[in-house]
């Protein structure tokens, strides 16, 4: 089967985009902002909201145990962890036109910004666990049984989510590698 590329170039370059594509693309990529811009806002909203409602004093005006061994951890970690994810949170963008080695480059990239941030998920889980056993370690040299017990449980909540994170970190890690090593091989039979 003999099959001549101009003819084929020639016969594809012909063909018509269905109409209205350029509308529908932009409608989808406004969209896609759209989410994008609520989902880093409703995230923010509910990291506030957990800072407020742990550290709010109750009624009696003091605050427990517990609420005095999150503040450090909620007034540090977050809001490092917010400043570094808001400042890597811009994308590079590719045109639909480009090159395909232009394409393999960028997405290379954006999978390793999201290696990093699965790398930062991790070293905040650890932390977290690191904080929790000077947490109980201090409480239970100086501290009275209120204080163990908060925190015993801070190293409890600790472990637990350093447990999901690895569990959630290394699932996407796996996934990104694969895609990664598919985008490596794209760049290279370019």
């Known amino acids: 089967m003999d099959i001549n590329d101009d003819a084929l170039r020639a016969l594809w370059q012909r063909q018509q ?18 989410l994008a811009a609520v989902r880093v806002t409703v995230e923010i909203a509910v990291t506030v909201a957990g800072i407020a409602l742990l550290t709010w004093p109750p009624a009696d005006g003091h605050l ?3 609420q005095w061994l999150l503040i450090p951890f909620f007034s540090v970690f977050l809001v490092a962890g917010w400043a570094v994810l808001l400042r890597q949170r811009a994308d590079q963008r590719v045109a639909a036109h480009a090159p395909v080695a232009v394409y393999a480059s960028v997405r290379k990239r954006q999978l390793r910004t999201r290696l ?11 932390a977290l666990c690191g904080y929790a056993l000077a947490s109980v ?20 909540w600790a472990v637990a989510w350093m447990a999901g994170t690895g569990w959630l970190v290394r699932r996407q890690r796996t996934a990104i590698r694969q895609e990664y090593r598919r985008i490596a091989r794209l760049e290279v039979g370019d």
Do not use: D, F, I, N
Not at 143 to 152: F, N, P, R, Y
């Open 17 to 34: 985009p269905p109409p209205g594509l350029a509308a529908t693309m932009a409608r989808k990529v406004q969209r896609h902002r759209r």
């Open 64 to 66: 427990s145990a517990g």
């Open 116 to 126: 990093r941030h699965l790398k930062l998920a991790q070293v905040s889980a650890l």
């Open 137 to 156: 370690v201090a409480c239970h040299l100086v501290g009275t049984v209120e204080w163990k017990q908060a925190a015993l449980r801070l190293a409890v």
